[in-house]
């Protein structure tokens, strides 16, 4: 059974960094064709996909925020990691982990839950 | 300003079939056999619902299909239940940016 959860804090104020934390079971991101990706989704708005790290490690980033984030796994822990700097109110979303199968073209087959995150002073 | 284009809103009655259409470039719909469709009920997170233009994961109702044509692909629901009212986004591979897909902005679906 594979799940995603999502982990972070639900404030952050404008400049801070946020760290979010994907914490998967059911799969290993060791198995070739398999990653994880973070999608965004402020309220009442569309899906945004920010970024993904694959099985060989290999990482990519949106064009629009690839400047303010940066992804990272812990195979061990089973663990993906996501941090973005410089977090303003218009990133407040909720932001999901899913896992991502490279061979089917990137389909984004099982989801976290999602966890809210408001950029407040 | 998603990338791929969907319509807003659309609506039927119970049992009436539905299609929600997504379009695109020939750097991503009309390029790729790779798109995929997901459900979100309010206050949810997203489920997948059709991969590959056409494929239905385990346990999705047949009621529900995919397909494409050039620029522009499209979700199917046929003998609408009241279950199915959700906003629905579809998702397409592209070669236009650092390899991360793109979604439609999505399409608020009604059962009337």
């Known amino acids: 059974q594979v799940t995603l959860r999502e982990s972070g804090p639900a404030l952050v104020k404008p400049t801070q960094t946020l760290t979010l934390t994907c914490t998967f079971s059911?799969?290993?991101?060791?198995?070739?064709?398999?990653?994880v990706s973070w999608i965004r989704q402020p309220p009442g708005k569309a899906l945004e996909w920010l970024a993904r790290i694959d099985w060989e490690d290999d990482k990519y980033y949106s064009t629009s925020l690839k400047t303010r984030l940066t992804i990272s796994k812990d195979t061990s822990k089973n663990q993906v990691v996501l941090t973005m700097t410089n977090m303003r109110p218009v990133d407040t979303a909720t932001y999901y982990c899913?896992?991502?199968?490279?061979?089917?073209?990137?389909?984004?087959?099982?989801w976290g839950q999602g966890t809210l995150v408001t950029v407040s002073s | 300003q998603s990338a791929l284009t969907q319509p807003s809103s659309v609506s039927g009655s119970p049992g009436q079939s539905i299609t929600i259409s997504c379009t695109g470039t020939?750097?991503?719909?009309?390029?790729?056999?790779?798109v995929s469709w997901y459900q979100q009920h309010p206050g949810k997170a997203p489920k997948l619902m059709i991969y590959?233009?056409?494929n239905r994961p385990s346990g999705v109702s047949t009621r529900f299909s995919g397909s494409k044509s050039d620029n522009t692909a499209s979700l199917t629901i046929s003998g609408l239940q009241a279950e199915d009212e959700a906003d629905y986004y579809c998702?397409?591979?592209?070669?236009?940016?650092?390899?991360?897909?793109?979604f439609g902005g999505g399409t608020k679906l009604t059962v009337l």
């Open positions: 020939s750097r991503d719909v009309g390029g790729y056999n790779y």
């Open positions: 998702h397409s591979y592209t070669s236009t940016t650092t390899l991360g897909g793109v």
């Open positions: 590959e233009v056409t």
């Open positions: 059911g799969f290993s991101l060791n198995t070739s064709g398999l990653c």
């Open positions: 899913a896992r991502t199968t490279m061979f089917r073209g990137l389909t984004h087959d099982y």
